[in-house]
């Protein structure tokens, strides 16, 4: 059977799933605020934008299939970049620890912290398999997937002689690790401040997940 042509469109306070041939609305969902990235893993849509007088990041999880809204944060305050186990979406957030978050109930797991303040910027988020990375020049970190503490991998100590700028695994949103900056760069605009990227200062290079 052939696949039907369509695609989700985002306008402020609401997103759709459109159909390309027949020219029609599939669905249409109300969201809180302006939507500038989407991401679809499964059935769960992901929408990020800023609400509508531009200070707060807002997360919002619907059901790409019906358009259901099954929850909307603005916990995280920055553009994240989401990777996938299961039903789970792990990414870092503004204070770059390292977060758990149900893609059907929005519950959060855990927000960890898992460097001091400074060292905490080189670290980039990968899934390889069913393993959670944390990946630096110096060291690399196995997140445990229940509570979010960190094991050293003692092995992996200083295996890259320069610093690591981007990572990715098997498990990652690809369209959202290239948008991600151009949303926030967006939003930075649009606001008049420079918004953090990915929860940082620039030190956590491109391509990581938070």
Known sequence: MEEKKEVFLGQKG????????????????????TPSLISIYKDHLIIQG????????????????????????EEFKCIVV?????????????????CKVSLIRGQVYFREKFAGTFRKYSYLLAIS???VYLISKRNTLLVNKADGSTSQIKEMNEFSKQDITAASGNNLDQI???????????????SGYVAPVNGGDGGGGGGDGG
């Open 14 to 33: 609401s997103v759709a799933r459109y159909n390309l041939e027949t020219q029609t609305v599939t669905w249409s969902t109300e969201v809180k605020g």
């Open 50 to 73: 800023l609400n509508k007088w531009g200070t707060k990041y807002i997360q919002h999880c619907l059901e790409a299939s019906s358009g259901k809204l099954l929850w909307f944060s």
């Open 82 to 98: 989401p990777h996938f186990i299961d039903d789970d979406m792990f990414f870092l957030d503004q204070k770059r620890q390292i």
């Open 129 to 131: 398999g069913r393993d």
């Open 176 to 190: 959202s690790n290239i948008s991600s900056h151009v949303a926030a760069a967006a939003a930075s605009q649009a």
